[in-house]
């Protein structure tokens, strides 16, 4: 078999990824070009504007040429940092090629660079994030958000709610679909058989009883004993103050917070310039950075790769397992036991703009 052969059978046997540029006049571009730094385990497929690329590669010092491309017309002109409702429709025909492709079977995954919801909403477009249209997009009736890294995998019982808000958000069946599609996920997903789920509670110290709050009693408590009585792994209502030890943490396979920042406050510390995101309960294989547009930093070189990096790993690594079964734990303690959490490296510019890219 000559080389050309070879390496195109082997190039064939590669998972094929495809990577949406986001919002181009942010540092998805930039960071996507990036790619090219890495040899991957994988076809790694770029979403976007060839044009656009080129250019800021030759802004940046890059080469666009190093990353396969699959052209997706912009709709207007493109400055670095100047974002353009005419450009709107543009992001979004990104996501619908990567989700087409991916229903379709050409890719095994997709992972998302950020888009500026605010942009998409001035077109006239309603779009409250990336989660909530790929559960449209794909027909989905509920999904789950999860962030992950510095050995933390935190899921959601609830995300962009008004904090007056959540308790009553916070019910039975809610509960019990979310710890649910959690429990098939990191099973299907991460290849984990029999995942131990730490559940935080919702009040301080997990409601003392009953003194500071009865959701535990009321509502947590009775779905967590249902679901084991199924054989799940799961553990609480903890006290959320503590759940995030070093102690408690051991040994578990993710985390459940019931409100937006009791998880991702922790998440974010640990690590905020590495952190990705994954949702949870599609059809297909989703990851995605877990940053903003960082529209300050487009085109300046400054913008890290790191957390592209990271949603690109998880995405191969989910890909190559999808079809094989779950294998049981090993003894002793397991690759994707979490590490104690500690505070991000910061040598790296954290993106500023663009929302806090967890949607």
């Excluded at 040429?65 to 100047?82: F, K, T």
């Excluded at 019982?157 to 990191?186: F, G, N, Q």
Aim: contains cysteine.
């Amino acid at each position: 078999m000559s080389s050309t052969a070879s390496k195109n059978a082997s190039t064939a046997t590669l998972p094929v990824i495809a990577i949406t540029s986001g919002e181009p006049a942010g540092i998805g571009p930039d960071i996507c070009l990036r790619l090219a730094e890495r040899t991957w385990p994988a076809r790694l497929v770029v979403l976007g504007d060839r044009t656009l690329l080129a250019a800021r590669a030759a802004q940046l010092g890059l080469d666009a040429g190093r990353i396969e491309i699959r052209h997706i017309p912009l709709q207007a002109s493109v400055l670095a940092g100047r974002l353009d409702p005419a450009n709107a429709r543009y992001v979004l025909d990104i996501l619908d090629a990567a989700i087409a492709g991916c229903i379709g079977g050409e890719y095994a995954a997709m992972v998302t660079a950020p888009v500026h919801k605010g942009v998409i909403n001035d077109a006239g477009i309603a779009f409250s994030g990336h989660t909530e249209y790929l559960a449209e997009h794909t027909a989905t009736p509920r999904v789950v958000m999860m962030l992950a890294g510095a050995g933390l995998r935190v899921a959601l019982a609830t995300t962009h709610l008004a904090l007056k808000d959540v308790a009553a958000a916070v019910t039975r069946s809610d509960l019990e679909t979310t710890i649910r599609i959690l429990h098939a996920d990191m099973q299907n997903k991460f290849g984990i058989a029999a995942p131990r789920i730490l559940v935080a509670g919702l009040n301080p110290h997990a409601g003392e009883g009953g003194h500071m709050g009865r959701e535990e009693i009321e509502v947590i408590g009775p779905v967590l004993d249902k679901l084991r009585s199924e054989g799940m792994n799961l553990v609480g209502p903890l006290p959320a103050d503590t759940l995030f030890t070093k102690y408690v943490l051991a040994g578990s396979d993710a985390q459940l917070a019931m409100y937006h920042d009791q998880g991702l406050a922790v998440l974010k510390y640990a690590a905020f310039d590495e952190g990705i995101n994954v949702t949870l309960g599609l059809p297909i294989i989703r990851t995605s950075v877990d940053h903003g547009t960082a529209l300050d930093l487009a085109g300046s070189g400054k913008a890290s790769p790191t957390s592209l990096f990271a949603a690109v790993d998880a995405a191969i690594d989910m890909a190559q397992r999808r079809s094989a079964p779950p294998a049981g734990p090993p003894q002793g303690r397991r690759s994707h036991d979490p590490e104690p959490a500690s505070p991000a490296n910061r040598s790296h510019p954290l993106p500023r703009e663009g929302g806090g890219g967890d949607g």
